[in-house]
């Protein structure tokens, strides 16, 4: 009965997270994960925490992934609003809790995915849309789904039938010549990743922020899942559909996370 | 960087939870408590803990609360899937964990609430309505508007319109001679306090489930909340209507409250 039962990111998930790659000790898509922390915190009302403690303790969790795991690593921020009372509303000024924990970098096997649509679909909450908050009940429910299914993934539709995202990776759709990602303003998360890719991804035909029905997907020729962590990720099947799993645009895409981080240099 | 922060209830919200009202060393609604939270163990995939360990653990905190608060008290009781590895899928078998907190009984006072609708809208989520899971950020959201003008309360609409339930409190309306209160299989919590009313509250002209549009809410006559820790709360305002704290009905549900429940005899 410590005072974390009473942490408000345990008792109400009234909190964000971020998770990160690490590379030798340095990580260099911070600026990027700190801004998207930054409009979260802004949007819930979460005081952010004083620069000072936040670069301290990050630069901790960076030494000790270091340390722990060489060259490559993970690390996971979590940023609730508090230790409070019982209660939803929230208290007028109480100190945020800010909590690292370190695990080392995910094997990025170049194996190209099988995913499927899930049954499951995302709520439509404008209000949370964008934000890597710790709500995330959803994606555990998908996740469980695609793997009773044997998926490696799930792609996820909202409850109005619009593609959004996977359980743990923003979406890219090739369709028409064109490469399409679904705005994230209903649902799903901003992910970082696929901000570098919005900036520095142009590939053939454009890339465009539109909304991806599922009626289209027996004419989308490829697929690409993006994440903080793995980067980009081929997908060579949805459900009974074979995709191309290099399609036209993947070689560049890589090189843009590439220069935009060195841990993505070698996949 | 302790174990707690790898507790999936902290990392996803992944867990559920029951606030209940201890009452002189016992706790007599802990059955539907009970069945409640193993509903939505079942539902969300989380094993239950063993009966001697939930046992052992609630009399702990029972006897906490009593020696903590005397006769009237509140306890809390969060449920996760445990502490696991990164990653939003369940890991197969792992051990749920289990935290009690004891606070002071709210007091309850009599003063009828000032509430209205709040502009925040309850997204709809058919797999995850009904049960007491920690993803409350739109709780928060909304005990945040809810305070910001004003207001005791707010009632929370779904994103289809229909009125489901307040930030903290199940909801019933007086509309054409009876009693109404909102289905809870697209969004909302199913209260215990509710599930009490709908077996032993028999106001005149009957209390039906059905759904309550917003567009209705002028020609509602009365409100009510109901909740397991504050018992039946009468409404006197909606916006700019003031409305009869003391409806038709009202004293036979607090009676029904009270036979089932000894800490509701005295309000």
């Known amino acids: 009965m410590g005072p974390e039962a009473l942490d408000r990111g345990l008792a109400y998930g009234d909190g964000l997270f971020e998770t990160m790659r690490a590379h030798r000790g340095t990580l260099p898509w911070w600026?990027?994960?700190?801004?998207?922390?930054?409009?979260?915190?802004?949007?819930?009302?979460?005081?952010?925490?004083?620069?000072?403690?936040?670069?301290?303790?990050?630069?901790?969790?960076?030494?000790?992934?270091?340390?722990?795991f060489g060259g490559e690593a993970t690390i996971k921020l979590i940023l609730t609003r508090g230790v409070g009372a019982r209660g939803y509303a929230p208290p007028p000024a109480i100190k945020p809790s800010l909590i690292f924990t370190t695990s080392e970098a995910p094997s990025v096997g170049?194996?190209?995915?099988?995913?499927?649509?899930?049954?499951?679909?995302?709520?439509?909450?404008p209000a949370l849309a964008g934000m890597k908050h710790l709500n995330r009940l959803e994606q555990v429910l998908g996740a469980r789904e695609a793997a009773e299914r044997g998926l490696d993934d799930g792609l996820m539709a909202d409850a109005d039938g619009f593609l959004t995202c996977s359980t743990r990776a923003n979406l890219f759709a090739h369709l028409d010549g064109r490469w399409i990602t679904p705005p994230l303003d209903r649902a799903g998360v901003a992910g970082v990743a696929r901000g570098v890719l919005l900036d520095a991804w142009s590939p053939p035909g454009g890339l465009h922020v539109m909304p991806l029905p599922m009626a289209v997907l027996p004419r989308v020729d490829a697929l690409l899942l993006s994440n903080a962590?793995?980067?980009?990720?081929?997908?060579?099947?949805?459900?009974?559909?074979?995709?191309?799993p290099r399609p036209v645009g993947f070689a560049e895409a890589r090189a843009a996370l590439a220069a935009s981080h060195p841990a993505f240099r070698e996949s």
């Open 31 to 68: 600026p990027r994960h700190r801004a998207r922390l930054t409009a979260g915190a802004t949007r819930l009302g979460i005081t952010m925490p004083e620069d000072a403690r936040l670069d301290a303790a990050l630069g901790d969790a960076v030494a000790e992934a270091q340390q722990r």
């Open 110 to 125: 170049d194996d190209p995915l099988r995913v499927d649509v899930l049954d499951l679909r995302l709520a439509v909450q």
């Open 229 to 244: 962590v793995r980067g980009i990720l081929p997908v060579g099947r949805c459900g009974a559909r074979a995709l191309d």
